[in-house]
Each structure stands twice: as structure tokens, then as C-alpha cells.
């Protein structure tokens, strides 16, 4: 059996952004704004253009621009409590999977007693409706504005977790080209190869079906094709609508057949060194891959050819090998740092991170099982 589950209503597209006055206004009177303080303080900018959409609609806001880059448990703690005393009863998240993920996290504190981490990590343990919630993306890669997932940083622990539930689904998610454009080039980088994970890791993961095949296959051509044009020239609004197509079809794949140990081990990163989590992919994607390539190299070799490559006249290990090599040419095109320890990572953080990454709850669907020495082998190889 296989569900499939996203937002009853998702605009992709130039000029989407407009719809989110007439959405907000179904579901509320006061939305509070969940966004960053970069893209809260440009003028002109993503967050003063829903701002006047929702001033012509007659939608009062609150704003919270206190988001991190890998929202933490007390950035939802802050965003609650703006939300209870400017009397809000919607959310209206603004910016990628960072204001999103935290605003999913406000919506559950909003509705769920205790504490996140410890009553609530895990799939499907939210028993309440969330507040209604709507997306405005501007960057192509987490999918979160399409997905049940909320990715949060127990600060006290150094430690990422995932709160999965069809819950979190938001109400309307837009994903505007024209957001996006000129955004700088290591960003666009970053989240186009957290996307580019997205498909790869679900086109093979042990609970892939036909539905999250076609869309995660589809999105790894097109980010093939683009990803490096929307790196080189912020400007070109062809990529950029591409990359937006091709994250919301990762999305909704990774949304359903769930990802793996990229995922998991790069959870780890973004809770102990506050690593950036597209780049912590990234550098991680062709290591755990080419570990997990034994176990079905027909798939493999489905994804070198939607990169590409040319794998009809070769064995299947050697076409498989194809995609390991076509993901490594992409991430050093566009700029992606070649190892962790670069990034900050020392032998000593390995172990640790492994036993966590083993219970971050993307592990399950790896297709391949691994045991703890087996992730900090996959850890070292990627140092």
C-alpha cells in the first residue's frame, strides 16, 4: 500500500505570488509572519510584497523574523509567543525550508502540550490540528513548504529531529520564480543540491513507488539541466522556474517514499556545527550512494541517464557507477566544498554523530542497512 500526500493547493510559477492575499484571506483574519531578519529587512523585498497582497485583502499580520538558518526550538518558542499575544490564527511562512520548518514547529507548540523532542520526534505522533498554515518559497531545494515534515535544533542536545505528520501539511504553498531571482550563488547552489538529495534518495529508497519514481526522476533531469545556468546567472528566470518546478516535485516524492542516511547523517551536521544543510548533502550524497549502489543498480543507472549520462552499452555496476560520478561533476561545478573537514568536522564528532544519524527517523528507508562503524566509515569518507 502507498499513500500519497501534499498541500490541497500549490502555485508554481511568474507572478503566483499574487494569490496569497485572496488564500490567506480562507483561512483567517491575522496571519503572523514567520521569516528571517535578511529577507525581513529588504526592501521591496519577499516579505514587504505578502505584505501589501495581504494588505489589499484585508488580512491583518504580525511579524516574527527571528528565524535561523536551521530553525531551533527556541526560535518556535519566540514565534509562539508573538503569535498569543498579537491574537494571530494563521501562520504565513516566508523564505525556504528554515521559516518554513519553524513555523510548522510553532503550529505543533500551539497545539500540542510538553516538549517537542521528547513527546513529539518521530512519524505521525500529532494527535491535534495545527493552526492553518501557508507557504511562500523563495529559495528551489527543501520541498518544505510541500511536505509533512519539521525540522528542528534541540539546542540543548546539539541535535536535529524530525516531527513527520500529515498534520504539518501546509494549506497552500507558492513558489514564485521571481522570489528567487538574484539570489547569491552559493545559496542557489546549496539548496539546488538539497533537492537534487531529495530525488536521488527517494528514486531509491525501500518505500519507493511508481508515483514518487516518475516525480523524483523527472526532478533530477531538470536540476541536472539547470541547477548549474541558476548558479552562473541568478538572473535567468528560466532556471530558476525549472529549479522551482523540479524542488516541489522532490518534495512531494521524498513527502511520501521517504529519503535516507544522507539525510540522517546530515541532520547530525546541522545540529552539532549548525552546517549549512544543503551543503551537508551535497558533500555527503556520493559517498553514502556509492555505498548503497549494490543494492539496486538498475536505479542507478536510471538516475545517470537522467544526468546525462550514457549507460545503455555498460554492465550495470559500471553504468550505476555513472551516477556517482555525474553527482560529483555537479556538486564541484556549482561549487560544493569537497570534504567535511573543511567545514569544521574532526574525527572525534564522528561516532557520536553516528549513533544519532542511526535514530533520525530518514534512516529507516535507506535501502542498504548499516550499523554504527558502517556510518562512520561513510562519515570518513566524506571528510
Given amino acids: 500500500m502507498a499513500d500519497f500526500l501534499a498541500p490541497s493547493v500549490n502555485f508554481i510559477g511568474k507572478g503566483t505570488l499574487a494569490e496569497i492575499g485572496p488564500r490567506a484571506k480562507m483561512f483567517g483574519t491575522k496571519a503572523l509572519i514567520v521569516t528571517d531578519k535578511v529577507l525581513s529587512a529588504i526592501p521591496g523585498g519577499p516579505v514587504d510584497q505578502v505584505k501589501k497582497h495581504l494588505d489589499a485583502a484585508g488580512v491583518a499580520y504580525a511579524l516574527y523574523p527571528g528565524v535561523a538558518p536551521n530553525p531551533r526550538d527556541t526560535n518556535i518558542a519566540d514565534g509562539k509567543k508573538v503569535y498569543q499575544s498579537e491574537n494571530c490564527n494563521l501562520l504565513l511562512s516566508v523564505g525556504g525550508g528554515s521559516p518554513h520548518d519553524c513555523a510548522k514547529g510553532i503550529g505543533i507548540s500551539l497545539t500540542h502540550p510538553g516538549d517537542l523532542y521528547e513527546d513529539y520526534a518521530g512519524i505521525e505522533k500529532l494527535t491535534n490540528p495545527l493552526p492553518p ?74 518505500a519507493a513507488n511508481p508515483v514518487t519514481d516518475a516525480l ?4 533530477i533531469k531538470i536540476i541536472s539541466d539547470n541547477l548549474r545556468r541558476a548558479v552562473a546567472y541568478g538572473e535567468d528566470l528560466e532556471a530558476r522556474e525549472a529549479m522551482a518546478y523540479a524542488s516541489v516535485m522532490a518534495g512531494m516524492a521524498f513527502n511520501n517514499a521517504g529519503l535516507g542516511y ?21 558533500v555527503l ?79 529507516g528507508c535507506n535501502p542498504r542497512k548499516g550499523t554504527e562503524d558502517d556510518i562512520v566509515a561513510l562519515f570518513k569518507a566524506a571528510m
Fill in 262 to 282: 544522507v539525510h540522517a547523517m546530515a541532520h547530525q551536521l546541522g545540529g552539532l556545527l549548525d552546517m549549512p544543510h544543503g551543503v551537508a548533502n551535497a
Fill in 285 to 363: 550524497l556520493p559517498h553514502v550512494e556509492r555505498w548503497n549502489l549494490m543494492v539496486n543498480p538498475e536505479k542507478f543507472a536510471d538516475i545517470a541517464a537522467a544526468m546525462g549520462e550514457h549507460p545503455c552499452c555498460l554492465g550495470k555496476m559500471e553504468a550505476a557507477e555513472l551516477a556517482i560520478k555525474a553527482i560529483e561533476r555537479l556538486s564541484k561545478d556549482v561549487g560544493i566544498p569537497s570534504g567535511l573537514a573543511s567545514l569544521g568536522v574532526k574525527e572525534s564528532d564522528l561516532k557520536p554523530m553516528a549513533i544519532t544519524a542511526l535514530q533520525d527517523g530518514n534512516a
Fill in 216 to 219: 523524483s526522476l523527472k526532478a
Fill in 133 to 206: 498554515l501557508l507557504c511562500v518559497n523563495t529559495t528551489a531545494g527543501t520541498g518544505s513548504e510541500v511536505t509533512r515534515h519539521c525540522v528542528v535544533t534541540n539546542t540543548k542536545k546539539k541535535v536535529k529531529f524530525v516531527i513527520v505528520s500529515w498534520r504539518n501539511l501546509p494549506m497552500v504553498s507558492i513558489n514564485d520564480p521571481e522570489l528567487m531571482i538574484a539570489k547569491p550563488a552559493a545559496l542557489t547552489a546549496a539548496t539546488g543540491m538539497d533537492a537534487l538529495t531529495h530525488a536521488v534518495e527517494c528514486y531509491v529508497t525501500l
